[in-house]
């Protein structure tokens, strides 16, 4: 078994773990500050900047020319790519008081691990809606660099009636982060796991 076997069989007893949480029939909870307690004990992920008393909407970001309309509502994006060096994405949706945010419609694409998208079809491209608690999740590949652009995730996340999100996510130690003059230091992954995990709480107005 090489190398990313191993690493694959000894990641996929928290990939379990972390989807059968995310995906479970969500508690009754009285708020979201307790949804996102929950989640940050269960896998060890801090929240990103939420919401609170300093609430500044997250900075927009381009869609890029590369967003095609229409993904495909999947949670899984690798399909026969199962072996690839993967993530789990994760996270909430929740709005300025902190409340979860049930319905919320998350869109995900990216790059390849070579930095290629896919121009044709819907390889890494997806869409899904947040649970009750307002939780949300995207098990795909680790993105690359191209270009001038570090490696990122475009998202689009839009409440029910609301606008729409345009924004990207980044890795917090990526070496090309300081190259890019989009990268934003409020827009970076929360790690765990040596990468295998990345969280962000996306806040809505």
């Not at 708020?31 to 939420?50: D, H, N, Y």
């Not at 929740?94 to 390849?112: G, L, M, S, T, Y």
Request: charged content about 25%; hydrophobic content about 35%.
């Amino acid at each position: 078994m090489d190398i990313l076997g191993k690493r694959w069989v000894k990641m996929e007893p928290i990939r379990r773990k972390l989807m059968s949480h995310l995906y479970a029939e969500p508690p009754i909870l009285t708020c979201a500050g307790s949804v996102s307690q929950e989640l940050s004990i269960e896998t060890g992920l801090k929240p990103t900047p939420a919401c609170d008393d300093d609430f500044h909407l997250l900075p927009s970001q381009a869609e890029s020319l590369y967003f095609q309309s229409n993904s495909p509502e999947r949670i899984d994006l690798l399909g026969e790519d199962a072996d690839s060096h993967q993530i789990m994405l994760l996270g909430y949706v929740f709005d300025r008081r902190c409340r979860p945010v049930p319905d919320a419609k998350v869109e995900i694409w990216h790059a390849d691990e070579t930095g290629k998208y896919d121009l044709i079809g819907d390889r890494w491209r997806g869409h899904q809606f947040t649970d009750q608690s307002g939780r949300w999740g995207f098990r795909t590949v680790i993105t690359q660099h191209y270009s001038f652009r570090t490696a990122h995730y475009h998202f689009h996340v839009q409440r029910p009636g609301g606008k729409v999100l345009r924004t990207q996510l980044y890795f917090p130690t990526h070496p090309k982060n300081s190259e890019d003059r989009l990268f934003d230091t409020r827009l970076v992954l929360s790690m765990l796991n040596d990468g295998a995990v990345g969280r962000f709480d996306f806040v809505t107005d």
